[in-house]
């Protein structure tokens, strides 16, 4: 059984290494850029292929013919989406598009996982926490519209064509590898870069308030590959914890680990023009449907998070 994954970034990467590690299977990895850690997979090959370029995702499609799709190609960054937000459709949208034409296009019928995102409830009132799926959708960024049209076009294939896709909403999820523009992230690489006298002992930060449900990204991609075998097609689920931390306690959390005296700091420039005061989500769908549940402790992922970066700098 052969599985494709669009985009090998951060999630793609760790999906990567559990479904040949765990799963056994051969994985093809098709990414715009080319990362060192993908030569360490066993049975991985990988296709240098931008998702945007129909043509040439359809060739890739028509040779590989995989039995799962896992398209994770995006522009994942809701902070980028502010400034480009026509590149973060673009790559969102089309090239979803393309990948379900292809798929048409080689007559091959795989199970396909899309990604979308909690973001998409946007703003969400106290009494109707913790959010479900049957919440109504009302995105507040380019990056949350972006994953709402992925979410409505994968039903609409769906629907349209019997592609057998199934749809998931993961709330935030963190892990080692994970990029600095994100908050656990970026917290644990100033620390790392503190400790290791590469900056001044003062730590940046956007607006702390926010509450998010976390989950680690090695739970999410299990949950991937999960409610791809045992999901229902044409269905929808969350992956999230069932808990939230406010973006202080993250932070918290992480100065405890270092002995290193830290002094916080607001920076205007990370403060956005739109934030969610809190997204906590219900994952009792996906536990009924498949039994899955995270299992890595919170305090867990944000240590071996601010390891990763102690290598790294």
């Given at each position: 059984?052969?599985?494709?994954?669009?985009?090998?970034?951060?999630?793609?990467?760790?999906?990567?290494?559990?479904?040949?590690?765990?799963?056994?299977?051969?994985?093809?990895?098709?990414?715009?850029?080319?990362?060192?850690?993908?030569?360490?997979f066993n049975n991985f090959y990988f296709e240098k292929c931008d998702v945007c370029a129909q043509s040439a995702l359809s060739s890739v499609i028509e040779r590989w013919c995989p039995d799962y799709i896992f398209h994770l190609a995006a522009q994942s960054s809701v902070a980028a989406s502010w400034y480009d937000a026509r590149h973060t459709i673009e790559v969102n949208l089309f090239g979803q598009l393309n990948l379900f034409e292809a798929v048409?296009?080689?007559?091959?019928?795989p199970l396909i996982l899309i990604p979308c995102s909690s973001d998409e409830y946007g703003k969400v009132e106290l009494a109707d926490l913790p959010i479900k799926e049957d919440a109504p959708l009302k995105p507040n960024s380019p990056y949350a519209s972006s994953k709402v049209f992925q979410d409505y076009l994968a039903y609409q294939y769906y629907d349209s064509y019997g592609?057998?896709?199934?749809?998931?909403?993961?709330?935030?999820?963190?892990?080692?590898?994970?990029?600095?523009?994100?908050?656990?992230?970026?917290?644990?690489?100033?620390?790392?870069?503190?400790?290791?006298?590469?900056?001044?002992?003062?730590?940046?930060?956007?607006?702390?308030?926010?509450?998010?449900?976390?989950?680690?990204?090695?739970?999410?991609?299990?949950?991937?590959?999960?409610?791809?075998?045992?999901?229902?097609?044409?269905?929808?689920?969350?992956?999230?914890?069932?808990?939230?931390?406010?973006?202080?306690?993250?932070?918290?959390?992480?100065?405890?680990?270092?002995k290193t005296k830290i002094k916080v700091e607001k920076d205007p420039v990370k403060i956005r023009p739109s934030d969610i005061p809190i997204l906590l989500g219900d994952n009792s769908k996906i536990y009924k449907a498949i039994g899955w549940r995270p299992k890595i402790p919170f305090e867990k992922t944000l240590e071996d998070v601010l390891n990763y970066w102690r290598e790294k700098v």
């Open positions: 059984m052969r599985a494709l994954i669009t985009g090998m970034g951060f999630v793609g990467q760790h999906l990567a290494r559990y479904l040949t590690e765990v799963q056994k299977l051969d994985v093809v990895g098709v990414s715009l850029y080319k990362h060192p850690e993908e030569n360490f048409k296009k080689a007559n091959i019928s592609m057998k896709i199934i749809r998931t909403r993961a709330f935030n999820h963190t892990g080692p590898g994970q990029s600095h523009l994100f908050a656990a992230s970026g917290f644990a690489k100033q620390i790392a870069e503190i400790e290791k006298n590469l900056r001044e002992p003062f730590l940046y930060v956007g607006n702390l308030d926010s509450r998010r449900d976390f989950t680690d990204v090695r739970d999410v991609v299990e949950a991937y590959w999960l409610v791809l075998k045992k999901g229902k097609i044409g269905e929808v689920y969350n992956i999230c914890s069932n808990k939230a931390y406010s973006i202080e306690e993250v932070l918290g959390i992480l100065l405890s680990f270092s």
